[in-house]
């Protein structure tokens, strides 16, 4: 079992800026990648950043230049700096942990119980 405690959610008004975090407990393999998803009302559930064990980010291109997703030493805390937030960008969002085995083959995901970004004009 993996724990995902999610933090850092609020309302802000646009070009605000936000950052949230997520740490992760319990059996966390060597190999993983942790991210951020969101999913806004009516909408799918989408990939916002993704950083590896070893600091690899991918970030989407709709946050490109504003998002920076960050882990620490430790490697079971990230964080997801938000700046010049816009409306679109309010969602739920959610900590995803992805274990990989001693093959690199993914094995579990585990998800966080999301926390709510809402942006005003």
């Known amino acids: 079992q993996v724990q995902l405690v999610e933090s850092g959610g609020g309302l802000v008004q646009t070009g605000g800026a936000l950052r949230l975090s997520c740490a992760a407990s319990?059996?966390?393999?060597?190999?993983?990648?942790m991210g951020w998803y969101r999913q806004a009302p009516g909408k799918q559930r989408e990939m916002v950043a993704t950083v590896t064990t070893d600091g690899t980010a991918n970030i989407d291109d709709s946050v490109k230049g504003r998002f920076t997703i960050s882990r620490d030493n430790g490697g079971n805390t990230i964080f997801l700096q938000m700046n010049s937030l816009k409306s679109e960008d309010t969602a739920v969002y959610y900590c995803k942990l992805t274990n990989y085995n001693y093959m690199n083959v993914r094995t579990n995901d585990w998800w966080g119980q999301g926390t709510q970004v809402t942006v005003s004009s």
């Open positions: 319990g059996s966390i393999f060597s190999r993983n990648v």
